[in-house]
């Protein structure tokens, strides 16, 4: 739910935007037919309900429109940063975001987050509760209209006439009107049943209702319900002719509300800014041919350009000096180059790097040309993403990625002081102290203790061929475990999905240290992904303690112990205890419960002489089985729901002695089902059969 609050306010902020250039845009139509500057507000509309857009080189929209001005990940990023085009409100906001807190037990940013969804939630629900209550109460007035003729009915409370309903909209008229005055209202109200603007302004508070902390929105919704009245007069007018501006305005005013409905019905004829609707009828008169040419030629210009985006716009955030500290936090080491291209590479500490660049206050330069200067240092995230610095120029350094660059103007001493942290960082033995002596501080005896577990992942070795992504904390049923996302190609995936990477995968002596430092956490899975299909390692504790022959946590003891730990030989930590899981795609159940149901069979898998290699779901297969288990198998019996049975499938290997004398010795066993069921959606499983 917080990812969703998240896209709406990047949404808000972009629809933000387009509102002020409509307004402006509004201002300069004062002589056009307002149908035009009501048509404007179906732009704004579009930016608050769509998330994407076309580009167009004509877009009036900020530079980095394409990307989302707030991230997802804010709340797993050492330095929250938002990217809204504007760098004087990146600043400063940026600047105001809490950062994660060691020691705490959450990061204040989610917690932040999470209070802001569900403020957003009630406060949505507040105003469509006021809405339908509003609604009803009018009904409760209206039980004793008479109807006069079709659509159109008569009551003795009412005094203002307007439409209610949405597919079977109905007009209601106060006693008493004359013939003149009810010849105009029922066609401007028929106007608005016809144009459909009652179903328009529904749609219109229910995205008000949806955005409803930005005041902008409110201000559109406001001016949008007086462009939506302003043209429908005009019509009226239009239809009529201008003789009847004086007798129309007099009905305005002697049946004028004197406020405005902001719940999105009904459409009153009297509602609104009565003033300035007077003001209006009075002054109409029948636009020329050429002021409605120009005034189509301008909408159709603003729509281009408010609702595409810049051609070519890319996400720029990562020549931010301080989202490079973000993801130098995610890696191990970091190539360095003096006089690149001259003398070769060396790997230093990349949290070295990211502190030092966390730290420092750099103001950018701008640069239209690329500098003619000799690179005396630089570092490399990969092939693409590197910071430059230059001898003869010790001020000046320059952030790259692929073709886009930018400069900075840097420290008196800042050359000399990343010289001085590259040399020190370049020792292995000071790398290896100094960082087991902070992983070791950041030990904690809870899962949900979201900065102390994310500080030890930022430790963590990430294979060169893969990009770290996100983590995610499973504190709502036990066990409780930690899952690391990473993201990396098709290619890559195919190859760590093969029996070879699951036997030596690199992510074996991650799940030691997070099991031996994170005391209550059960499991660890990374996951790799291409964001089609996804790879999953689980290393449980139960692996854990049998691979080093004790209780894992032991080694959390002091920072010497841990050291023993990351110093144990990749051998020595090799089990034929490592598993792969694959969650599938589920209708079904949610991956919370699919995960659960796995780690399930893994803690309870005992076949004796058996190694487990491969446990995953697929809901085809697995509803097939279900038909089965509840037709004639214990399920026909037991009186289990459909809901409650979940079949995962299974690969393991048997030993030279068949196991227990029950399987084919030597051999592999593949599709094995595992059937689990719990007693209602809130219960843990358990395993009740198994075999094929």
Avoid at 147 to 168: D, H
């Amino acid at each position: 739910m917080g990812e969703l609050f998240i896209a709406v306010l990047n949404m808000s902020l972009t629809a933000s935007y387009v509102i002020i250039f409509v307004m402006i845009i509004r201002l300069l139509l004062k002589k056009a037919p307002k149908v035009i500057s009501y048509a404007l507000w179906g732009l704004v509309a579009f930016r608050l309900i769509i998330p994407f857009s076309f580009e167009s080189i004509f877009s009036l929209m900020p530079r980095n429109t394409n990307t989302v001005p707030i991230s997802y990940n804010i709340i797993y990023q050492q330095s929250p940063q938002i990217n809204s085009g504007i760098e004087l409100v990146d600043s400063f906001v940026s600047q105001s975001l809490s950062a994660p807190t060691i020691g705490a037990s959450v990061n204040p940013l989610q917690i932040y987050v999470e209070a802001g969804t569900y403020i957003w939630i009630l406060g949505i629900i507040a105003l469509l509760v006021y809405s339908f209550v509003s609604i009803l109460v009018l009904k409760r007035q209206l039980k004793s209209a008479k109807i006069i003729k079709k659509n159109i009915y008569e009551a003795t409370s009412l005094k203002t006439p307007f439409i209610l309903g949405f597919i079977k909209p109905k007009i209601y008229l106060p006693v008493g009107l004359n013939l003149e005055e009810r010849g105009y209202i029922l066609l401007h109200e028929q106007i608005h049943i016809n144009r459909k603007d009652h179903i328009i302004k529904v749609l219109a508070f229910l995205i008000l209702s949806v955005h409803w902390f930005n005041p902008l929105v409110w201000i559109a919704f406001i001016l949008m319900s007086t462009d939506m009245e302003l043209s429908c007069d005009e019509e009226v007018l239009k239809r009529m002719n201008e003789d009847v501006k004086k007798s129309y305005a007099n009905s305005l005013l002697s049946l004028a509300t004197g406020r405005r409905i902001v719940n999105g019905s009904p459409l009153a004829f009297g509602e609104g800014n009565v003033r300035e609707r007077i003001k209006n009828v009075l002054n109409y008169k029948k636009p020329r041919f050429w002021v409605v040419l120009v005034s189509v030629i301008v909408l159709i210009g603003a729509g281009i350009a408010l609702l595409s985006n810049p051609t070519g716009s890319q996400d720029l955030s990562m020549l931010n000096i301080k989202n490079l500290a973000t993801i130098s936090y995610q890696k191990n080491e970091l190539l360095v180059s003096r006089a690149p291209g001259k003398n070769e590479g060396f790997n230093v500490s990349a949290r070295a790097i990211a502190e030092y660049l966390d730290s420092v206050k750099w103001d950018e330069k701008k640069m239209d040309l690329l500098v003619e200067l000799p690179v005396t240092l630089q570092i490399e995230w990969n092939e693409d993403q590197e910071l430059r610095f230059y001898g003869s120029e010790p001020l000046l350094a320059m952030v790259r990625m692929n073709e886009q660059w930018r400069y900075y103007t840097i420290g008196q001493n800042d050359y000399e002081t990343i010289l001085s942290i590259i040399e020190t960082a370049s020792s292995p033995q000071s790398i290896l102290n100094g960082t087991v002596e902070e992983l070791w501080k950041s030990r904690t005896k809870y899962v949900g203790d979201n900065s102390a577990v994310g500080k030890i992942i930022s430790f963590l070795p990430v294979p060169g061929d893969i990009q770290y992504d996100h983590f995610e904390l499973h504190t709502s049923v036990q066990p409780y475990d930690i899952e690391i996302v990473y993201s990396t190609s098709s290619e890559i995936l195919n190859k760590y999905d093969t029996e070879e990477m699951i036997k030596s995968n690199p992510f074996r002596k991650n799940a030691l240290i997070l099991l031996a430092l994170v005391d209550n956490a059960e499991g660890v899975r990374a996951v790799l992904t291409d964001s089609k299909r996804e790879v999953g390692f689980i290393n449980t504790r139960e692996w854990a303690d049998y691979t080093v022959g004790e209780d894992i946590r032991n080694y959390a003891e002091s920072s010497e112990k841990l050291l023993e730990l990351i110093e144990m030989p990749l051998t020595e930590a090799v089990s034929n205890e490592d598993i792969i899981i694959d969650i599938g795609q589920s209708t079904k159940f949610t991956e919370e419960e699919i995960i659960q149901a796995i780690n399930t069979v893994i803690g309870d898998f005992d076949f004796k002489g058996c190694i487990l290699k491969k446990v995953w779901y697929d809901e085809e297969k697995s509803d097939y089985a279900t038909k089965g288990y509840l037709g004639t198998g214990k399920g026909s019996v037991n009186g289990v729901k459909s809901e409650n049975v979940i079949i995962v499938f299974s690969e393991f290997d048997v030993d030279s002695l068949g196991g227990d004398g029950s399987f084919e010795p030597n051999s592999t066993y593949d599709d094995w089902q595992f059937i689990l069921i719990r007693d209602n959606n809130t219960s843990d499983w358990r395993i009740d059969d198994w075999g094929y």
